[in-house]
């Protein structure tokens, strides 16, 4: 009996576990981002997954492989940069020349169909290779980000990369659309004004505007100047500032206060909007 997976790092985590993996959730509870080191050459036959995946060499020793995602065999030269798209539920074979690394990103349909209208318009990358530097720089940055669970930013880089994809094989269709009215803007700002401790994920709030994640996301940025994830953490930054001016709280429990369980984080987030890390802010405060 063939055991069916929901989750591409679940069964790979379940067929290979001696191969060198790392697993990193985008969020708590969210789906997960694998890299896999030294994956030895040989044939590979793995069963239909009920994500569609991202799958980009990160290193290998050279050569090319033969891959099937049920649209035909073709190759794909193992060189840094390289991606494929890998479809849901279809079995897919892969004949790899040399021992490569790998990071592969899952997608689930609703983000897909959000963004570029449904699987369907990325069958192209089930049968011929791509590579894009701004991908590979888009994913290697959703790996760095990943640990501080950060749901908002997750979304908007899985977005972008998936925008990115639809662009470099011309197949969107989307144009950059209108922003939001200044009651939309009022509604979300209160909202995730009311605790800036929650997690308001991107759903959440593109359900008040009556619009699409990725299209609220598009919306948002162009009333605003900057994306959901972006805009929040202003917000927590301008609440930190203030923190720091009126009060003698410690810098982890101000960091605590405004969502960031680490405070080195909230250090690293303060420095890149004010130009400084809190404590030096708060010692030029009070001078």
Request: with cysteine; charged share 25%.
């Amino acid at each position: 009996m063939i055991e069916r997976y929901s989750h591409y790092t679940a069964f790979f985590r379940a067929r290979y576990p001696d191969y060198a993996q790392d697993h990193r959730a985008l969020w708590r509870g969210g789906p997960a981002l694998l890299k896999v080191r030294d994956r030895p050459a040989g044939h590979y036959v793995e069963p239909g997954i009920g994500e569609l995946t991202l799958q980009i060499c990160m290193r290998s020793a050279g050569g090319y492989a033969r891959l099937d995602l049920n649209a035909g065999r073709f190759s794909v030269p193992q060189r840094r940069g390289s991606l494929v798209v890998a479809p849901a539920k279809v079995q897919c074979v892969y004949d790899i020349a040399s021992p490569i690394d790998l990071t592969v990103l899952p997608f689930d349909a609703a983000m897909v169909s959000d963004v570029v209208g449904g699987s369907p318009l990325l069958e192209r990358l089930h049968s011929v290779a791509s590579d894009d530097p701004i991908i590979l720089t888009l994913v290697e940055t959703l790996w760095a980000a990943s640990p501080d669970g950060d749901r908002l930013l997750a979304d908007h880089l899985r977005m972008a990369i998936l925008a990115r994809l639809a662009s470099v094989l011309e197949l969107s269709s989307i144009g950059s659309g209108a922003g939001l009215s200044r009651q939309i803007i009022g509604r979300i700002v209160d909202l995730l004004s009311a605790d800036l401790r929650a997690d308001v994920d991107l759903t959440t709030m593109a359900a008040m505007a009556a619009l699409s994640p990725f299209h609220f996301s598009r919306a948002f940025k162009a009333s605003t100047g900057v994306p959901p994830h972006r805009y929040r953490v202003q917000l927590r930054v301008a609440k930190a500032r203030e923190l720091l001016e009126t009060t003698d709280l410690p810098i982890g429990e101000i960091a605590a206060q405004v969502g960031y369980d680490d405070p080195s984080y909230l250090a690293r987030l303060f420095r890149r909007e004010v130009g400084a890390t809190p404590a030096a802010y708060r010692r030029e405060w009070r001078k």
